[in-house]
């Protein structure tokens, strides 16, 4: 055991380090001695001053040798190889091209990484037990035959229910035109007219949104295939901006559960750039900032803010 840990250490070095820490205390001491004495012994004043100021700036020199030796020391005295209990895999620390497969230090850090997950682990499952429903299944002792049954997954939605949905949304808001289109099977991608403002292409996996291009009404939206261009941004910072801001509404708006919901949410939050160059902001009552309208529409209240008014 003593060999393994002293496996990679100078002791001699260690040694010279002991003693180096030794002659930092007592530098430490004197300096706190020579703050404790004050000024003394001499018969004027000036006379005080100067032989305490010299004689403080004679300590910290000391304290500064004496730590930069240290210093120096535990370059040399290397690191010992630490003893847990992974079976005979402590002896991998012996081989002698450490530095080229560390091998025992990355078993170390697994292993450690392993307890330090399994304690969190723990304390995750107790939290998750005091706020489990009173309800539940294994408090009430409902036989596994009683249990509901699980639900279908929503990632997967018959396209003919995808095509309602977007229909539905698109009688809701008659200054927006949604035509649906599946090039590349039954991935639905949507492409948002909002009156004579800016066009919108959604790209939709089932009723998931993925992906939203925003760019202006006069802009092409379609490849040289004659398909939707669903990689190029647009050529206007503004219409960038809202490409942004989109993205970051799909992160807001999040219910696996109801992705109909979802879906009408961003669009009624989409439909709020419907005055996008005629709506203030709403923090400085200006129209434009550095060139820009408000670009940003509030989650809740839809409100038009500047990026940096909104802050």
């Known amino acids: 055991?003593?060999?393994?840990?002293?496996?990679?250490?100078?002791?001699?070095?260690?040694?010279?380090?002991?003693?180096?820490?030794?002659?930092?205390?007592?530098?430490?001491?004197?300096?706190?001695?020579?703050?404790?004495?004050?000024?003394?012994?001499?018969?004027?004043?000036?006379?005080?001053?100067?032989?305490?100021?010299?004689?403080?700036?004679?300590?910290?020199?000391?304290?500064?040798?004496?730590?930069?030796?240290?210093?120096?020391?535990?370059?040399?005295?290397?690191?010992?190889?630490?003893?847990?209990?992974?079976?005979?895999?402590?002896?991998?620390?012996?081989?002698?091209?450490?530095?080229?497969?560390?091998?025992?230090?990355?078993?170390?850090?697994?292993?450690?990484?392993?307890?330090?997950?399994?304690?969190?682990?723990?304390?995750?499952?107790?939290?998750?037990?005091?706020?489990?429903?009173?309800?539940?299944?294994?408090?009430?002792?409902?036989?596994?035959?009683?249990?509901?049954?699980?639900?279908?997954?929503?990632?997967?939605?018959?396209?003919?229910?995808?095509?309602?949905?977007?229909?539905?949304?698109?009688r809701m808001f008659p200054e927006m035109s949604i035509h649906l289109s599946r090039p590349n099977g039954t991935s639905a991608m949507l492409l948002v007219t909002l009156g004579k403002v800016l066009k919108v292409i959604v790209v939709m996996r089932s009723l998931f949104i993925d992906r939203t291009i925003v760019k202006g009404y006069n802009e092409n939206v379609y490849a040289e295939d004659g398909k939707l261009d669903i990689w190029s941004k647009s050529n206007y910072q503004v219409f960038q901006k809202v490409t942004d801001h989109a993205t970051t509404a799909l992160l807001h708006y999040q219910l696996p559960q109801m992705p109909d919901v979802v879906v009408r949410s961003f669009m009624t939050w989409l439909r709020s750039y419907i005055k996008l160059f005629q709506a203030p902001c709403q923090r400085c009552g200006k129209f434009l900032q550095d060139g820009l309208p408000p670009t940003w529409r509030d989650f809740r209240t839809l409100e038009a803010f500047h990026d940096t008014c909104r802050q």
């Not at 003693?19 to 006379?47: H, P």
């Open 1 to 170: 055991m003593a060999d393994v840990l002293s496996v990679g250490v100078n002791l001699e070095a260690f040694a010279q380090a002991i003693s180096a820490i030794q002659a930092l205390r007592s530098s430490v001491s004197r300096v706190f001695d020579c703050l404790k004495d004050g000024m003394r012994n001499k018969e004027t004043l000036e006379g005080r001053e100067k032989a305490f100021i010299a004689h403080f700036q004679d300590n910290l020199h000391s304290v500064n040798r004496d730590l930069n030796e240290l210093e120096r020391l535990s370059n040399l005295v290397g690191k010992p190889s630490e003893n847990h209990p992974l079976h005979n895999s402590g002896l991998l620390s012996l081989d002698p091209v450490q530095d080229k497969t560390p091998l025992y230090s990355q078993l170390l850090q697994a292993y450690k990484w392993s307890n330090k997950l399994q304690y969190h682990a723990g304390l995750a499952s107790g939290l998750l037990n005091q706020q489990s429903l009173k309800r539940s299944a294994n408090q009430m002792g409902v036989s596994a035959k009683r249990r509901p049954k699980a639900q279908p997954t929503t990632l997967v939605l018959p396209p003919q229910y995808v095509d309602d949905v977007i229909s539905r949304i698109d």
